[in-house]
């Protein structure tokens, strides 16, 4: 553990962790992170790059981190792509660098990176165009396998995730200097107030820092401030949990790491991660910023790293980057990563600076402290394999290249800084814009569109003095709008950190040869692989929009979105067009800030939670007698009842027998009920359906078809008259909310003068159909004071009575064709009553049957299935149903559409039987209808709507959607399932009992 | 009239997993079944708002959100402008509806009985609204709900009646009958995190 | 996510809600209105860019259909008003597309 510094850091040396990396052993403590560890070990080498397979390191300290991703644990835990910046160390860790194979000290296909030359910018879109075919079979997958990450698990998830939604006054983002003032000025103020930081720890850029605030370390003070937050009622602190989403109407989003750092020793019962949606009222973005690396030759070597990186690795973790650095720079405040690092122990060999005349107030500091002063220079190339091991300083010329004055300087690190980029990723995600400071380089926040203010650096304010006065004033402001407090901010804390210093945007620095020239690289977008020369190239190929030479090159589309990369890229295009940033446009964020897992977006809606399984009260009754179930909307209904040894088709055969020839049972509760009540209910019906029940008697039911206004079927069912005002409706299992809104959306918006009162009831009832010659019998049996002969009770009506001892609502309606009964009792009673039944009916040779023998049954009549035999461009007309369509009255829905032009073709598609010439072949549903056979393309006439072996007439029949259909009984076309081509007679579609001589028994 | 066979609960089959809960600072049970009357009016209707409260002993709530308390344990809950849920003891259901038909005679309204078609869930404890936050879009702070506070809203995926009826907290969750045993389920999983290992 | 102001509930998550389309299509007269002003009724919409005036209904509340103006780029609500009322004036804001009558 040769670089990790005895004293200083905020790690528990007490506290030893052992972990595994790239396959090597080594010992981090508790409170590092993968990343710190691997650094105070002396291993900068992480991991190959996405595209050139090149030697990749640590670059950053936090989540903006594009290089040193990792692969994490083993087995069904694995998770590819983390940043190990990011992931804390536990013990026993198991973590490899991603993209490298068999490790990414020896990578086999690190040829790649001299093949350079062959992929410029666009080279997929250039390389692998044709022939189309070949995409898919051949370069995809090899590309995949070449230029991948890390890979899924191919288990499933053991840990369990949930979703937690919270509301809050004033949601502050953010628990560095700024964001942990606004949380205590909004507290104090008595507001509702959520903090979030991925950080383990309160602090932010406080923990990399050696500054002291009101008196104390930074540290210290925002280890005080947490208990003061903790200590406040209705303050919520969730740390180690990243806000990743801003959305609509200050809803947010963030997944809250609640066990990932224990590893896989995790406890049983807590979630792993939780996702919280966040409804705020105001919303503070003390989001920090990023520092941005400078773009020099080959820049991407391990050992490079940002200068905020390396002092947060020396500060908050004791772990020295190397034993000789370098730094490259741009401004003054790098000045003082470098002197921490020398306060710490370590070295610093030179400092290089582009500007000519730099005014840093560290600089003398660091000159006694050994450092060679360059400026005027950059870095021209770095050198060295696996780890930087030297540099090549230039002295820039007055043109801007490189003058002929050249140093090697040897060192093991080089820290880097151009800048710092406000985080400004969630107020671009809240649809605020962004608006370009020439003098810093910075893209700072412009104006919002949702109720949020900026403090701190994440507003462009990067002193420390500004962030704790600027976060108070937005703590106080955001409470007192949210109606806490009058707004005036507390006075901030003393701090002693001095101001940022000056800074000369600087973008691209030249190498020894011309950019694109050479095999040294200026890598952009260390993540994506974009150089320099890929966008100088793109934009010398013409393209001139940001958004497209983002596409073109992908720079900004790895799992970072650009974090480090694009205010260099977009400057680096500016310049090259001759035009300034904001000519050039920027390209935008969008959620989420850091990858989510799949898990957490889930949540708990997996497994039998994945989505309500909506259950009648026979349904444990259907358990336990062997149901197969079927998904019918959110229900599961009862598909086939096998007994031992049978199949589908023998379940279905018996099912359907026994309805024909003894009495069925079927669970018909899933039909929806809505009763209509008041004056002008009859008035309502007459509008919504297109026949008329105006006319319909008290205690009769009447079928009826319902359509859109655009003449289309949309639902069909029974609905009964129970009183002069008050009707009974009956709807579709899938459809039952939707017709309630229809009606109701009508009487709203269109009729509100209609006096209707719509009420469900669809789970106050269950419903047994019960079905056969038999029926009567059986139902008899257990409701001996009902009236059953066809005389009192006719097809058709409904009455009310006893069955089984429970109060009870019956029709007589038939859905098979048989005589049959529906049989409504209050919902708790189903189970009783299915029960009597079935017993009453054991010498009748009762049988439940299922919703696949009610299909056959039903379909054997001619009766269709909305949503079967229509598809909302079905007219009633086109069902041969013109029977059910009132001539008499003068409006209705769907009405005025069937004079429309289209609805008049005589060419559309009609219901008629189909009969496959071969008796025992049965047509998969969907098969299209042709009428000669012949090589494709072949006209289509038509489809198979539904299609069944039919028990009772021992061969297959079909229904079918043909055009011109009802001028061509008794023609022949053909059929075309699976490339044969079958020949089928057209029919009427009632295959059984036409006149409808069965249904009284 | 013969006696009515024993009514069976939706949730039958998860008693014993709902006898075990209420170590773990949230306690759910299912309630007994209970008499529901759907009740439509227009309170514009001259006299019919005061009527149904004349015979419900009580007064209807007009305010959104809230629930009121009637007579002999009965409580009115609003679900719309012109809608109120109707709630009481199981044996005196239908003589209540009967009552409320007798006083709106003559006026435009729907007395329903709903009785049969949910199921209600008793959730009480400390953590009896965290438990509701991880389902539930709804701010359930006592700022800006408390007891008396009754909303229609969604948790996890079912539509449900949201009464609050004690500050513990305790809340009263009216669900159709066919999404009773998957939100019970829902709510089970949910608590599963402060049962004591 | 939207959060919107139920006229009766107060505000809710737009899961709770169901759209309903543009606002202030009546249905005309059908035996007044040719077979062009039929499908202008059934089909054609105004596709805003700005402020839109729209129905929506609070299907897992109280069920009570409502109009609403919200621009649509931004998804700012700026009125929430009943049924049968004409369009609240509002403010042209910048940005706003051509709208339909």
């Not at chain 1, 991407?300 to 980057?321: E, F, K, T, W």
């Not at chain 1, 011309?514 to 010398?540: E, N, S, W, Y």
């Not at chain 1, 190929?541 to 720079?555: D, L, M, N, Q």
């Not at chain 2, 309630?31 to 007064?59: H, I, Q, S, V």
Request: net charge negative; glycine share 10%.
């Amino acid at each position: 553990m040769g670089f990790r510094l005895e004293k200083s850091g905020r790690i528990d040396r007490t506290k030893p962790l052992d972990f595994t990396f790239n396959g090597r052993r080594y010992r981090g403590f508790a409170g590092d992170t993968l990343a710190s560890a691997l650094i105070a070990n002396g291993t900068h080498l992480t991991s190959r790059s996405f595209k050139y397979h090149r030697p990749r390191g640590i670059l950053t300290a936090g989540a903006e981190e594009p290089s040193a991703l990792v692969q994490l644990g083993e087995g069904a835990r694995t998770e590819p792509n983390l940043r190990a910046t990011q992931v804390e160390l536990y013990d026993g860790l198991v973590a490899s660098g991603v993209n490298a194979w068999p490790s990414a000290s020896c990578d086999l296909a690190a040829w790649t990176g001299r093949l350079a030359p062959l992929f410029p910018a666009g080279f997929y879109y250039k390389t692998f165009l044709w022939p189309a075919s070949f995409w898919k079979a051949l370069y995809e997958p090899a590309i995949r396998r070449m230029a991948g990450l890390g890979h899924a698990p191919d288990a499933p998830d053991p840990d369990s995730y949930d979703r937690m939604n919270a509301h809050c006054d004033v949601l502050v983002v953010g628990a560095g200097p700024a964001g942990i003032a606004a949380a205590l000025a909004a507290g104090e103020a008595g507001a509702r107030v959520v903090l979030v930081d991925e950080q383990p720890a309160l602090g932010g850029a406080l923990q990399g820092l050696r500054h002291r605030v009101d008196g104390v370390d930074g540290t210290e003070w925002a280890g005080a401030a947490a208990a003061r937050l903790a200590a406040m009622p209705e303050v919520r602190v969730l740390t180690r949990t990243t806000l990743f989403g801003y959305y609509d109407h200050n809803t947010l989003s963030a997944v809250e790491r609640r066990t990932d750092h224990l590893g896989p020793g995790r406890p049983a019962g807590t979630s792993r991660q939780r996702l919280w949606t966040i409804k705020a009222g105001r919303v503070v973005l003390a989001t920090g910023a990023h520092e941005r690396p400078l773009v020099f030759a080959d820049n991407d070597r391990p050992g490079i790293m940002l200068a905020s990186a390396a002092q947060r690795y020396v500060n908050a973790y004791a772990a020295l980057p190397g034993e000789r650095a370098v730094l490259f720079t741009n401004n003054d405040a790098a000045y003082e990563a470098a002197h921490d690092i020398v306060e710490a122990g370590g070295s610093v060999g030179a400092v290089v600076d582009c500007r000519p005349q730099p005014t840093a107030p560290l600089a003398p500091a660091l000159r006694e402290a050994g450092a060679a002063l360059h400026t005027g220079s950059v870095i021209a190339a770095t050198h060295g394999a696996k780890r930087v091991r030297s540099v090549t300083v230039a002295k820039l010329g007055k043109d801007g290249g490189l003058s002929r004055e050249r140093y090697r300087i040897y060192c093991d690190s080089v820290l880097v800084s151009g800048g710092w980029s406000p985080a400004v990723h969630l107020f671009c995600q809240s649809g605020g814009r962004l608006a370009f400071e020439e003098a810093r380089g910075v893209l700072l926040p412009g104006e919002a569109t949702q109720a949020l203010q900026v403090a701190g650096a994440a507003g462009g304010s990067f002193g420390l003095a500004a962030c704790l006065a600027e976060g108070g004033a937005a703590g106080a402001e955001a409470a007192r709008a949210a109606g806490f407090g009058d707004g005036s901010p507390p006075p901030p804390p003393p701090s002693d950190a001095p101001e940022p210093g000056a800074i000369t945007p600087y973008w691209l620095a030249p190498g020894l040869k011309p950019l694109g020239h050479g095999k040294a690289k200026h890598m952009v977008d260390h993540q994506d692989d974009v150089t320099a020369a890929d966008i100088r190239l793109a934009a010398r190929e013409g393209f001139r929009s940001v958004e497209h030479v983002k596409r073109y090159t992908t720079i900004g589309m790895g799992t970072d979105q650009g974090k480090t990369a694009n205010v260099n890229g977009l400057a680096i295009l500016a310049d090259t067009l001759g035009k300034t940033v904001p000519e050039v446009g920027t390209t935008t964020y969008r959620p989420p800030y850091t990858p989510v897992t799949f898990g957490a977006l889930a949540g708990r809606d997996r497994g039998d939670l994945m989505d309500p399984v909506r259950r009648t009260a026979m349904h444990e009754w259907h358990e336990e007698n062997g149901a197969v179930f079927e998904p019918v909307g959110q229900w599961h209904r009862p598909w086939w009842y096998p007994k031992p040894g049978e199949d589908k088709h023998a379940a279905v055969a018996r099912e359907c027998r026994a309805v024909r020839e003894a009495c069925g049972l079927l669970d018909a509760s899933t039909l929806g009920k809505i009763e209509i009540a008041g004056p002008d209910s009859a008035r309502l019906l007459d509008m919504v359906y297109t026949n008329a029940f105006s006319t319909l008697k008290v205690g009769r039911v009447r079928y009826g078809l319902m359509c859109g206004d655009d003449g289309m079927v949309f639902d069909d069912g029974t609905t009964a008259r129970l009183g002069e005002n008050r009707y009974l409706m009956t709807t579709t299992t899938g459809n039952a909310a939707h017709v309630l809104e229809w009606l109701e959306e009508w009487l709203q918006t269109e009729w509100p003068e209609m006096r209707v009162w719509c009420t469900s009831v669809t789970e106050q009832w269950a419903t047994v159909a019960l079905a056969g010659p038999r029926a009567r019998d059986v139902l008899a049996a257990v409701a001996p004071a009902l009236a059953l002969d066809t005389e009192s009770f006719p097809f058709m009506s409904v009455t009310e009575g006893t069955v089984a001892g429970a109060p009870a609502r019956v029709f007589r309606i038939s859905f098979t064709g048989e005589l049959s009964f529906e049989i409504n009792v209050p919902w708790h009673h189903g189970r009783h009553v299915w029960e009597a039944l079935m017993a009453a009916g054991a010498d009748h040779g009762i049988t439940p049957y299922g919703t696949e023998a009610m299909h056959v049954l039903r379909a054997e009549r001619g009766f269709i299935i909305v949503g079967q035999e229509t598809d909302g461009t079905t007219t009633p007309q086109d069902l041969g149903m013109d029977w059910i369509v009132s001539k008499k009255k003068p409006d209705f829905l769907g009405k005025r559409a069937w004079s429309r032009a289209d609805n008049l073709r005589e060419d559309r598609k009609q219901l008629v039987g189909i009969l496959t010439e071969n008796p025992k072949e049965v047509l998969p549903e969907g098969t299209q209808l042709v009428d000669k056979p012949g090589r494709a393309p072949v006209p289509m006439i038509g489809h198979v709507s539904s299609s069944y072996m039919s028990p009772t007439l021992g061969r297959s029949i079909a229904l079918a959607l043909v055009r011109r259909g009802r001028a061509r009984m008794g023609e022949t076309v053909h059929a075309a399932p699976d490339g044969r081509f079958l020949p089928c007679t057209i029919t009427e579609p009632v295959f059984y009992d036409p006149e409808g001589a069965k249904r009284d028994g | 009239m013969a006696e009515q066979p024993v009514p069976q609960s939706p949730l039958a089959s998860l008693a014993d997993a709902l006898a075990a809960t209420g170590a773990d600072g949230v306690t759910l049970a299912a309630c007994p079944a209970r008499a529901r009357l759907n009740l439509r009016l227009d309170p514009e209707d001259g006299g019919a708002l005061e009527a149904a409260g004349a015979a419900l002993g009580g007064t209807l709530p007009l305010a959104p959100n809230t629930a009121t308390a009637a007579a002999d344990g009965w409580s009115i809950l609003w679900l719309g402008p012109n809608e109120w849920l109707v709630c009481g003891p199981a044996d005196d259901g239908a003589a209540r509806a009967g009552a409320l038909e007798a006083a709106l005679a003559g006026t435009h309204h729907a007395v329903t009985d709903v009785g049969a078609m949910y199921t209600t869930l008793t959730l009480a404890g400390a953590n009896a609204r965290t438990v509701l936050m991880k389902g539930c879009r709804l701010d359930l702070h006592p700022r800006a709900f408390a007891p008396g506070a009754c909303a229609q809203t969604a948790l996890a995926r079912a539509q449900v009646i949201l009464h609050q009826i004690g500050a513990e907290p305790v809340y009263e969750l009216t669900v159709r009958n066919s999404f009773a045993h998957y939100l019970a389920s829902w709510l089970l999983d949910a608590m599963a995190e402060y049962r004591p290992a | 996510m939207l959060w919107i102001d139920c006229p009766w509930c107060g505000p809710r998550p737009e899961t709770e809600y169901r759209y309903g389309g543009e606002a202030h299509i009546a249905r005309p007269d059908p035996a007044a209105t040719d077979d062009a002003g039929w499908a202008d009724y059934l089909f054609m919409r105004t596709n805003t860019k700005g402020v839109h005036a729209e129905r929506w209904m609070h299907r897992d509340g109280c069920r009570r259909w409502f109009n609403v103006l919200r621009h649509t780029v931004s998804n700012e609500v700026l009125a929430v008003y009943p049924m049968g009322t004409p369009r609240p004036e509002t403010p042209r804001l910048p940005g706003d597309g051509a709208e339909g009558a």
